[in-house]
C-alpha cells in the first residue's frame, strides 16, 4: 500500500468543521491514515462558525465526492442535527463527532471521543476499574467521556461546569449515574478536562491543580499545547497524565475506522 498522497480529481474529500479550527490536528493525521490504507482521500479544515454550519453542509453536501465530515467545537451538537442515521451512541448523547454519507446521500454520525480517551487512558496505564473521577466540561467532548468512563468502569463520576444548567442536563441524561461536582479534585483518582480552557495562555486552570494528589491520574483533550498548563501542574505534583494528543491518536483511529465503514 502506498503512504504517499497523489492530490488530483479523483481523490476523495473529507472536511473537518470547527469555530476556531486552526488548532486540530486531525487533517495530517487522517490524511496520512488513508494514505497508509492506499486511498487516494484527504481530510481539509473548514473554519465554520456556529450560525453557518447547517448552510455550510447542505451546500457541501452536493459535492459528491465529499465522502465524510468530521465536526470539532462548538459543533457536536448541532452536526447531530443534521444526521438522518445515527449509531446508538450517537443517539444516547445527541451528539456526534464524524459523519459518513449513507446510500441516498445522507449523512449518519457517531461519536468517538469518550471512547478514544477511555482507550487513550488504558493504554497508558490507568485501570479505570473502581476509580472515583471527576470530569471538567460538559459540552460535546464532556458528554462523550462522561458515557465512556461509566461504561468503563468508574466507580463514581463527578461533573463540574461553569455552565450548571449545561451539567444538570448531562446529569439528567446519564440517569442519576454522576453527580455534581466542583473544581476541587482532592480525593479523586482521575481528572479529566473537557473544556477549552488552556488553549490561550491566559486561561484560568479548568480545576484547583494544588488540590491534586500525586496518585491522581489527569487527562486533558486539548491538543494545542500539548502540554497544558493543566498538565503541567499536575506533573510537577508527581501525577500521571494524558495529553489531547494521546487522546487524538486514539480517536483518529476511530474515526478512520468508521469513515472506512468498519465500525
Known amino acids: 500500500m502506498s503512504s504517499e498522497l497523489s492530490l488530483d480529481g479523483s481523490t476523495r474529500v473529507h472536511v473537518i468543521v470547527g469555530d476556531p479550527i486552526a488548532q486540530v490536528k486531525s487533517p495530517g493525521g487522517i490524511t496520512a491514515a488513508f494514505a497508509r490504507e492506499g486511498l487516494n482521500a484527504v481530510l481539509v479544515p473548514a473554519h465554520v462558525v456556529p450560525g453557518e454550519l447547517s448552510a455550510f453542509i447542505q451546500g457541501a453536501s452536493l459535492a459528491r465526492n465529499l465522502d465524510g465530515i468530521v465536526a470539532t467545537v462548538p459543533h457536536k451538537f448541532a452536526a447531530y442535527e443534521l444526521c438522518a ?121 479548568p480545576l484547583r491543580a494544588e488540590r491534586l494528589e500525586s496518585s491522581c491520574w489527569v487527562a486533558d483533550a486539548i491538543t494545542a499545547p500539548e502540554i497544558t498548563p493543566l498538565l503541567q501542574a499536575a506533573r510537577s ?27
Not at 468503563?152 to 463527578?158: I, K, P, T, W
Not at 501525577?239 to 468508521?258: E, H, P, Y
Request: aromatic share 4%; hydrophobic share 40%.
Open 85 to 205: 442515521t445515527a449509531t446508538e451512541r450517537a443517539r444516547f448523547l445527541e451528539a456526534v463527532n464524524v459523519m459518513r454519507r449513507n446510500a441516498d446521500g445522507s449523512w449518519h454520525g457517531d461519536m468517538v471521543d469518550g471512547l478514544g480517551c477511555v482507550r487513550s487512558l488504558t493504554s497508558g496505564g490507568c485501570d479505570l476499574s473502581g476509580k472515583r473521577a471527576l470530569l471538567v466540561g460538559s459540552g460535546g467532548a464532556g458528554t462523550a467521556i462522561a458515557q465512556a468512563l461509566l461504561e468503563g468502569g468508574v466507580r463514581e463520576l463527578a461533573i463540574h461546569d461553569a455552565d450548571a444548567a449545561r451539567r444538570d442536563r448531562l446529569l439528567e441524561r446519564l440517569g442519576g449515574r454522576a453527580v455534581a461536582g466542583t473544581d476541587d479534585p482532592y480525593g479523586y483518582d482521575l481528572a479529566v478536562n473537557a473544556t477549552p480552557a488552556g488553549m490561550r495562555p491566559e486561561d484560568p486552570l
Open 237 to 263: 505534583r508527581g501525577c500521571s497524565t494524558r495529553t489531547g494528543l494521546d487522546m487524538f491518536a486514539a480517536v483518529r483511529d476511530l474515526i478512520v475506522a468508521f469513515l472506512l465503514r468498519r465500525s
